[in-house]
């Protein structure tokens, strides 16, 4: 009997996202607790009477408004890729710039998407696993770029929290074979305050097989609307157009972007309080001897010898955040950072557990 499906899909697991039991406090998948822009839902809300047409492709006031918004590091609209959030535009690079028998290096712990991206292209898959400190390691990484054909760099790094920081960035990419495209997923980059954090946007230009990621998954608290957009020289946007679908981002996703960008306030004062809560979070878990790694993102991972049951325990307090097993992390736990008062009732729950 032929099989349904060729070996490397019938091997896949499912990506496992964040759950949301009703009336909880979610801190499971980095979402922005403060919602979408205002400005941001006036301009879907605004877009819903046109949602019987097909949406403009690739709208090019949002591609122009990207670039303005952007104008330091002069980048041209034939430069950016949208996305259906930045997990399809990682699917896209694989399945548009891996051939078959080329390889995708990648870190491991690090964003799911990548290595199931990969394998559901039966590509090959080179993982270098994290240091002892969770943090890359770039030296091994860099040893073995020549073999791959892609490689996925998250900065910073998901479920860890850890930056790479622009001369370790700078040292990484100058060892990197001219052929070899680096992605830099800047999903989180917004809520970075960490010192010396690089903007990867400053390498496109500089380094033409180098793609960088944004979302507005994140910061600009649009998850759910899914888009994202990706910066690249021209010649690997023009590749990407022929694989993607021809109507990849929906018409309401591209107006909420539209008003989104447009309220960089939001995009602030969700940052500012991230940054707040995040060592306020430090310093309340260093009180309560729970071992954690410092981060650079909106969430924090936090070490437990049974994080399984911390998980669970944390449920009944009313919170509910990452258990990361599938990441081969099995004694920590994700938590985004949330609103003062969601931190706080995670704090009441992990006080009582430790306690
Ligand atoms: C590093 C990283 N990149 C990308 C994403 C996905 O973002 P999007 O919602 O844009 O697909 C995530 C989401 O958790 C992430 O952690």
Request: proline share 6%; hydrophobic share 45%.
């Amino acid at each position: 009997m032929i099989p349904l499906a060729p070996d490397y899909i019938r091997e896949l697991e499912p990506y496992v996202a964040g759950k949301a039991i009703p009336n909880l406090i979610k801190l499971a998948s980095n979402e922005n607790p403060f919602g979408p822009s205002p400005k941001a839902l006036e301009y879907a809300r605004r877009a819903l009477p046109e949602g019987h047409l097909y949406p403009v492709n690739h709208r090019q006031d949002l591609k122009e408004k990207i670039v303005a918004f952007h104008r330091e590091f002069d980048l041209k609209t034939d430069q950016i890729i949208i996305g259906n959030g930045s997990t399809e535009l990682i699917t896209l690079l694989v399945r548009t710039l891996v051939g078959p028998g080329e390889a995708v290096l990648n870190a491991w712990p690090s964003f799911l998407m990548y290595r199931l991206a990969c394998r559901a292209q039966g590509r090959q898959e080179i993982d270098v696993a994290l240091t002892d400190s969770l943090d890359y390691d770039l030296e091994t990484m860099a040893a073995k770029a020549s073999q791959a054909k892609l490689v996925f760099l998250a900065n910073p790094n998901n479920p860890t929290g850890r930056y790479i920081n622009a001369q370790a960035l700078e040292r990484f990419l100058n060892q990197i074979p001219e052929h070899v495209v680096v992605v830099l997923d800047e999903a989180y980059s917004e809520f970075v305050r960490r010192e010396n954090f690089p903007n990867g946007l400053a390498w496109v230009q500089k380094r033409p097989r180098t793609v960088t990621l944004r979302t507005f998954s994140k910061a600009y608290g649009l998850a759910g609307f899914r888009i994202a957009y990706a910066a690249c020289d021209p010649a690997i946007a023009e590749l990407l157009h022929r694989v993607r679908d021809p109507f990849n981002v929906n018409s309401i996703a591209q107006a909420a972007a539209l008003g989104a960008l447009d309220d960089q306030e939001h995009v602030l004062k969700s940052a500012e309080s991230n940054w707040k809560e995040l060592i306020l979070l430090e310093k309340r878990f260093s009180e309560l001897g729970i071992k954690f790694t410092e981060s650079a993102g909106n969430f924090i991972l936090a070490h437990f010898e049974n994080a399984e049951l911390v998980y669970k325990k944390l449920i009944d307090f009313g919170v509910i955040v990452r258990p990361l097993g599938n990441y081969d992390l099995p004694h920590s736990i994700r938590i985004t950072v949330g609103r003062p008062e969601q931190n706080e009732a995670l704090f009441t729950g992990l006080k009582a557990l430790v306690s």
